[in-house]
């Protein structure tokens, strides 16, 4: 009840202000026989259209803007000033209860971004030109083969309390918040506050970019070399066809002038639960020295050099000795770092990598103006994805009742019921999703995950149970098909294909090769892997494959199946009783 009385004050609030404009306008147009600024002579209909309206439509637009409509030339300064008052005392509260007044919200789409944002769309566009140059350069120097492909969604806002609106609940309000970044495997985002200084806006979205781009390489090394390594690219530049990075921050050098460098051997034992990394007044030294150790060890005179950052991160794969892990890495112990690092410091002598990009490359970006329903979905998503679940229902059922045909805010619904663990309720959305015509690779990867579980939790028999797993198939190799970049659908794949279809073992088998080429970490598909070897009778190599995942940290879930499986092989495990789920 409460909003349909809140809609009627919206509908009665929009009516008196455009009642007051247009009888202001009308007003004006008797009083006023020469031509008005900006519009024609007319007749008062055309085609059966009320050109009166369109006018005091138009005179509306000039009289909120600060336009004197009774004349051809500039406003008086009297004029100009009723016209103002009006404008901030009566008009604009009239009508900023109906959204009339509110800043757009924009949508560029690029190859590999989509912005959302209330800024300018100049400022976007450029920005997007640059995360695009950004990516390519990321990518050559870290070999990353995969990572670039995925799509970002970036969130870009100027109304900082839209920005607080969609803080990650583990980041304490007191905290300083600049941006952040989130994924979940399937949906990438970038979140920053736009700044008043052009500078500092570049500086978050590059440096959470970095962390989006590095993160599945980075996953062993310690701390210091993410945060580092993002601070130093944070400073990415383009100057006509030239990119630049490895600029020094002087705040940075302000605080390692004043707190010091926090040595080496300390800095590489920080953790996220560290003191050095969560005391507030910590935090500067650490990011600041991490900084100076990754410019120090990676940026020279002869440019970026990616090879020991890429052995440092073998090495912390390989080792938990991180002295031992960084020196061979670099090829100096951390006591020899710390004195390079001085040296550089004292000197103020910070080389920069600079080299020229293929402009032409970087295709132009479509722009769209965002209608509340599209801006509820892009909303609702994100807070989806950070697990703000409340905010999230609001937002995607509201794009949902404005959007009835359209499968994005019900696949969604479908994404979130399956984060809380309400797996009937998620595959009724999914269906539904599906039967809109959804081309997810997500969706079809959730309904041929929960449409297993359901058959393995049922245990059907005969010819129902056959045409199910059909499905399941049918399903799992679509998302494939959709997604074919996507580690986790080609894990599905290879293990439905291999429980559907257990004779063909060498078809499970290099699905599942794919996955991990993808993901070399992804520790489901390398037990699919160890199934499909042992079935295709190759023994040693299924015993060579189940060791690895045994030394891996598994949880509880994906522990219980290996140690099934090490049964089978001889390697006093618990014996596997019945049909495995999918774990999410």
């Not at 004197?68 to 009239?94: E, I, K």
């Not at 492909?149 to 100027?158: A, C, E, I, P």
């Not at 410091?345 to 509340?372: H, K, S, T, W, Y």
């Not at 070399?520 to 189940?546: E, K, S, W």
């Amino acid at each position: 009840m409460g909003t349909d009385i809140e809609g009627n004050r919206n509908r009665a609030s929009w009516v008196r202000a455009h009642h007051l404009v247009s009888l202001l306008a009308l007003s004006a147009k008797a009083a006023a026989p020469r031509p008005i600024r900006g519009i024609r002579a007319h007749p008062r209909s055309i085609d059966g259209i009320d050109t009166d309206k369109v006018l005091a439509n138009r005179l509306s637009e000039m009289i909120l803007s600060g336009v004197n409509p009774l004349s051809t030339r500039r406003p008086s300064r009297w004029a100009g000033l009723v016209l103002r008052m009006l404008r901030a005392c009566v008009l604009v509260p009239a009508l900023a209860a109906t959204g009339w007044a509110q800043q757009p919200v924009l949508r560029l789409i690029s190859p590999s971004f989509a912005i959302v944002t209330d800024g300018a769309a100049d400022d976007a566009r450029q920005l997007l030109t640059e995360l695009e140059v950004f990516r390519q350069t990321v990518s050559r120097f870290f070999n990353l083969p995969h990572e670039h492909r995925m799509t970002v969604n970036v969130y870009l806002w100027s109304d900082a309390t839209k920005f607080e609106q969609f803080r990650p609940p583990s980041v304490p309000r007191e905290r300083p918040l600049g941006g952040y970044h989130r994924s979940d495997g399937f949906m990438h985002a970038l979140v920053v506050r736009l700044s008043d200084d052009p500078r500092v806006t570049r500086s978050s979205l590059f440096h959470e970019y970095t962390h989006l781009l590095t993160n599945r390489p980075f996953r062993s090394v310690p701390l210091w070399m993410t945060e580092g390594v993002a601070d130093l690219l944070s400073t990415f530049r383009i100057e006509g066809s030239k990119f630049s990075f490895g600029h020094p921050e002087q705040a940075d050098i302000r605080t390692l002038t004043a707190a010091g460098i926090l040595p080496a051997a300390k800095l590489i034992e920080v953790e996220h639960d560290s003191e050095a990394y969560r005391a507030p007044a910590a935090v500067p030294q650490f990011y600041a020295s991490a900084w100076l150790l990754s410019h120090v060890l990676t940026v020279s005179s002869h440019g970026f050099n990616a090879a020991p950052v890429r052995d440092y991160i073998l090495q912390s794969s390989m080792t938990t000795n991180r002295i031992e892990a960084f020196r061979r890495a670099f090829g100096i112990t951390p006591d020899e770092a710390d004195r390079r690092a001085r040296r550089q410091l004292e000197a103020n002598a910070f080389p920069q990598v600079a080299a020229p990009f293929d402009g032409a490359a970087v295709a132009a970006p479509i722009q769209q103006r965002l209608a509340p329903p599209e801006i509820a979905l892009q909303e609702g998503m994100l807070a989806r994805l950070l697990g703000l679940d409340a905010r999230a229902e609001e937002l995607l059922r509201e794009a949902r009742s404005s959007l009835p045909g359209d499968s994005r805010p019900v696949e969604q619904l479908g994404f979130l019921r399956d984060q809380q663990g309400r797996s009937e309720e998620a595959l009724q959305l999914i269906e539904a999703a599906l039967a809109l015509g959804s081309v997810s690779c997500q969706t079809h990867q959730i309904a041929a995950r929960l449409r297993w579980n359901k058959l393995v939790a049922a245990s059907p028999g005969g010819q129902a149970a056959t045409s199910e797993r059909r499905e399941v198939l049918r399903l799992s190799e679509r998302a494939v098909r959709l997604d074919p970049w996507q580690a986790d659908c080609q894990a599905l794949y290879a293990f439905v294909l291999l429980q559907v279809e257990p004779r063909n073992p060498r078809a499970a088998e290099a699905v599942a090769r794919r996955a991990l080429q993808l993901d070399p970490d992804l520790h489901a598909a390398r037990l699919t892997l160890a199934r499909a070897l042992l079935a295709g009778g190759q023994t040693v190599a299924a015993r060579r494959t189940i060791q690895t995942l045994m030394d891996s940290p598994l949880s509880a879930g994906l522990r219980q199946r290996v140690d099934e499986l090490a049964t089978r092989l001889g390697l006093d495990h618990p014996v596997q009783t019945r049909a495995p789920a999918v774990g999410r």
